[in-house]
Nanobody, 122 residues
Framework: QVQLVESGGGVVQAGGSLRLYCVAS????????MSWFRQASEKEHEFVGY????????QYAESVEGRFTISRDNAKNMVYLRMDVLQPKVTTIYYC???????????????WGLGTQVTVSS
């Protein structure tokens, strides 16, 4: 059973940057594709970005393309999300998740962290 813990969230001014961290324990993330999602509503998780097991393939939601960068370090069991030019509308909880396949659907993800809050002030 893989446990995921996110960190790095906080309060940042509009136009600023944050780097989110996701550390895994109980297993190696090298076996999984990893994604970041964010809470779009009480029940909906919006896909943000995906990175395959080797880091050689990445996919992003159109809304974040060019401003967000996902990366990983399998040796450290870590996944990262660099977020630049942040705007208040992206204020929400961000989650990392692990899957055995590329997917933009939260239903295809096996393991989830509890999330980290990102707040962008205007």
């Amino acid at each position: 059973q893989v446990q995921l813990v996110e960190s790095g969230g906080g309060v940042v001014q509009a136009g600023g940057s944050l780097r989110l961290y996701c550390v895994a324990s109980g297993g190696t993330i090298g076996n999984y594709g990893m994604s970041w999602f964010r809470q779009a509503s009480e029940k909906e998780h919006e896909f943000v970005g995906y990175i395959n097991w080797s880091g050689g393939s990445k996919q992003y939601a159109e809304s974040v393309e060019g401003r967000f960068t996902i990366s990983r370090d399998n040796a450290k069991n870590m996944v990262y999300l660099r977020m630049d030019v942040l705007q208040p509308k992206v204020t929400t909880i961000y989650y990392c998740a692990a899957s055995r396949m590329y997917s933009r659907s939260k239903d295809d993800y096996l393991y989830w962290g509890l999330g980290t809050q990102v707040t962008v002030s205007s």
